[in-house]
Each structure stands twice: as C-alpha cells, then as structure tokens.
C-alpha cells in the first residue's frame, strides 16, 4: 500500500479506535481499541493494514467504518 493510503487507513483506524475507547467488553489486561482495530482489518484481510494491496482501499475504509 502506498503511503498515502497507508496514511487515510491509519487515520480512520484511529478515528474508529477514540470512538470505541471506554466501549469494548472488560478484559483484565485493559483493551487497547485501537489494537483491535488493527487486529480486526488483518484479520479480515491476512495481511497488515500497511501490506494490503492499493486495490483494496475503498473495501478497507468501508470494513473499519463497520467496525464502529
């Protein structure tokens, strides 16, 4: 993925993980929202956000948007 992309992912990743924060089910360790943003996308698509093809952004942006 080029940078740009890379960037408008991590943007909306962030985005996506301030409005989860505080709203995620209790876990003894404490639960990172951003974290499951990120592990969710590569879950998703088998890949780190930043090793997904440039074809792909438009179906990552709409996925992180669904996670909220």
Request: aromatic residues 8%; contains cysteine.
């Amino acid at each position: 993925m080029n940078e740009d992309n890379r960037h408008k992912i991590w943007t909306l990743i962030k985005e996506a993980g301030n409005y989860l924060e505080g709203q995620l089910h209790d876990h003894p360790k404490g639960r990172n929202a951003y974290a499951h943003v990120v592990i969710c996308v590569k879950s998703k698509f088998n890949a780190s956000f930043k090793e997904i093809p440039d074809v792909q952004l438009d179906e990552v942006l709409e996925y992180i948007e669904c996670i909220k």
